[in-house]
């Protein structure tokens, strides 16, 4: 699984076409921030599904195996996969579901499995050898998880030869406010959730570590303790919403930024069209750029025809026409000095302005999860 990001040969020129932009100065200063919330007893367990966000899972992770980090969350067996062949150490644990016929996966690059229901945890022990496993509680997210209701089901799962059980959790679903209503939710799934501990412990079960804050869990919740905060979203700077960025209790830096090349500069006369479709007439003569970034890199297509800017010598240049799969092409008429070869950000600071990533989502109607996740691995991620 040779990502873009790891190839070393001479093909390689990390900012010849579009690129991501990590700062490693605000990461670590994220790290730092949840550090000084972090319960007493508990250590960050960072989530690098979907490449991280979006931000490129092998660079993060190995940021953060050099600040000390040793334990991580990926989605998928294939994403524990290749953070181990690029030299990630530590735990690894899947969240997900992994099939059957990749169990030897998780022998072979000791990563950790989430059991998720009798059935499943029966499977993984019929596979005959031994897995570390975590299980995990539907305390009432009703999406993965054994209920708490089925606790000889549990039992049973402690039983199973071949599982090596080192942790277990659950997940809050309600944990973005303190409102009473979600506050008393969060508080219905914490008694939940320890009580199946008191259980196993009654039982003469040892639990590992236990597990239940995500972002907004250790940003609302922290008193709810564990061994490990799965922290996703807020590593990277960013929340849901940026509303919420005020009231937290830590100050987050976001630590992405998106550039790209300026591969031509044009001139079109009034009344002239730009892009699929005819969706951009020049009312007058104009001066545009074509940058070397579209749609299929992740760039939202909800920036067309003008809803959206990117930033040129400091300045903001409306989008116009479509945003293309491969290109995109921007207004420059008011910005002097542009020049092939030179940058556009498509998020992040250039001089005075600045997109976000909020501005982004709020185009879509999503969340920045999802608009940073839609970077395609033909981006490259360089650490600055
Ligand atoms: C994705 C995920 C997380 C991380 O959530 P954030 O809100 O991004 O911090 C934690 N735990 C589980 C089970 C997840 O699926």
Known sequence: MNKTNNIKDKSF?????????????????NIAEFERILPKGCQLMPVVKANAYGHGAVSIANELNRLGIKSFCVATVQEGVELRKNGICGDILVLGYTHSKLFYLLCEYHLIQTVFDHAYAELLNAYGKKIEVHLKIDTGMHRLGICPEAINEIFDIYIMKNLIITGIYT?????????????????????????????????????GSKHILASYGLLNYPDLGGEYARVGIALYGLLSEKDHVKDCPVSLSPVLSLKTRIVQVRNIYAGESVGYGLLYTADSDKTIAVLAVGYADGVPRALSCGKGNVLINGKQAPVIGRVCMDQM????????????????????????????????????????????????????????
């Open 171 to 207: 997940h809050l679903c309600a944990a973005e406010t303190l409102s009473e209503k979600d506050a008393a939710y969060t508080k219905k799934q914490e008694i939940l959730f320890y009580e199946v501990i008191s259980e196993l412990i009654k039982r003469g079960h040892a639990c």
């Open 329 to 384: 092409m921007v207004d420059i008429t008011d910005i002097p000095n542009v020049r092939v070869g030179g940058v556009a950000t498509v998020i992040g600071r250039d001089g005075e302005e600045e997109i976000t990533v909020y501005q982004l989502a709020e185009l879509c109607g999503t969340n920045p999860h999802e608009v940073c996740c839609h970077f395609s691995e033909r981006l490259e991620r360089i650490l600055v």
């Open 13 to 29: 020129f990390p900012k010849g076409r579009s690129w991501i932009e990590i700062d490693k100065g605000r990461l670590k200063k």
